[in-house]
């Protein structure tokens, strides 16, 4: 078992940045892929942006590229999704998400059913 616990997440001007961290215990992520998703109110959860486990790998949704960066510290056990330049339509529930690394991550890696492990989400709200 893998339990996630995010942080960082908060009320936010449009154009301004938060660093949110996904810090884990149980087990070593240095076997895990990691992803980011997010769920505003009524909509369906997103992918946002994911990491392989040893950073050689990094993806993006169109959204938020060139915005959002991913990064990990499998030393510390956390990852990290440092947002700049928000806007209102990056309001959500922000969650980070462990995969079993395989090869067949390469291809799912926006696919949230694919993800073992989750966190309980942080909120980030951007007002304009």
């Known amino acids: 078992q893998v339990q996630l616990v995010e942080s960082g997440g908060g009320l936010v001007q449009t154009g301004g940045s938060l660093r949110l961290s996904c810090a884990a215990s149980?087990?070593?992520?240095?076997?895990?892929?990691m992803g980011w998703f997010r769920q505003a109110p009524g909509k369906e959860r997103e992918f946002v942006a994911a990491?392989?486990?040893?950073?050689?790998?990094?993806y993006y949704a169109d959204s938020v590229k060139g915005r959002f960066t991913i990064s990990r510290d499998n030393a510390k056990n956390t990852v990290y999704l440092q947002m700049n330049s928000l806007k209102p339509e990056d309001t959500a529930v922000y969650y980070c998400?462990?995969?079993?690394?395989?090869?067949?991550?390469?291809?799912?890696?926006?696919?949230?059913?694919?993800?073992?492990?989750w966190g309980q989400g942080t909120q980030v709200t951007v007002s304009s």
């Open positions: 990491i392989s486990w040893n950073s050689g790998n990094t």
């Open positions: 149980r087990r070593t992520l240095g076997h895990y892929a």
């Open positions: 998400a462990a995969d079993w690394m395989g090869s067949r991550w390469y291809d799912t890696y926006d696919t949230d059913s694919e993800y073992d492990y």
